[in-house]
């Protein structure tokens, strides 16, 4: 009887899954090659972003497949904006058979004082750059700041397990645990 009861706890622990509440995408962009108006690096070096979805992008979506993000980011130049300080932004992707994100652009224009950042890697001519221009405190777009082109960065992903999810594989560790200190004594 007592075998019977850790394999049962064994078999939970092999078969319980973490099942994933939110996916996080990261991008970390070259450094800028190029800068306009006297800005050099530091502080306008690259772009980096992120962006979280309810759950991993679709596999094999076509370029400019939009996507609605939880969350998003765009960082450059000393200028974090978000979903709360821009006027306007998007996110639109393309993804291998696996859901890795191959095209992208993402885009967010800021609101005064602080910055329009782009990311963007298409198929189109001239279409692969990182830029910033920062927005004076009226609201005028200003030169480029930095720029790279040609050379996209790197995505990384990570995945938030649900906590429920956790709950449940923790209860079955210990439920293992405890039927199976008896047997080892």
């Not at 082109?149 to 906590?163: K, L």
Request: aromatic share 10%.
């Amino acid at each position: 009887m007592k075998f019977q009861g850790v394999i049962a706890c064994a078999f939970v622990v092999l078969v319980c899954t973490v099942a994933s509440a939110n996916v996080t995408y990261s991008y970390v962009g070259n450094p800028f090659d190029q800068f306009g108006q006297g800005y050099q690096c530091p502080p306008v070096c690259n772009v980096e972003a992120s962006f979280t979805v309810a759950q991993p992008l679709a596999p094999n979506l076509p370029e400019f497949s939009p996507v609605t993000p939880i969350s998003m980011t765009l960082d450059s130049g000393g200028v974090l904006l978000t979903l709360a300080n821009v006027a306007q932004y998007h996110i639109t992707v393309s993804t291998d058979g696996s859901g890795n994100i191959g095209y992208f652009s993402l885009f967010m224009y800021g609101d005064p004082g602080t910055a329009r950042i782009v990311a963007q890697y298409t198929s189109m001519a001239g279409g692969t750059f990182d830029d910033i221009h920062y927005i004076d405190a009226n609201g005028k777009l200003g030169p480029i700041a930095g720029i790279v082109r040609d050379n996209p960065g790197t995505w990384s992903v990570v995945n938030t397990p649900e906590p429920s999810s956790l709950l449940l594989l923790g209860s079955a560790v210990l439920g293992a645990i405890t039927r199976i200190r008896p047997l080892l004594s």
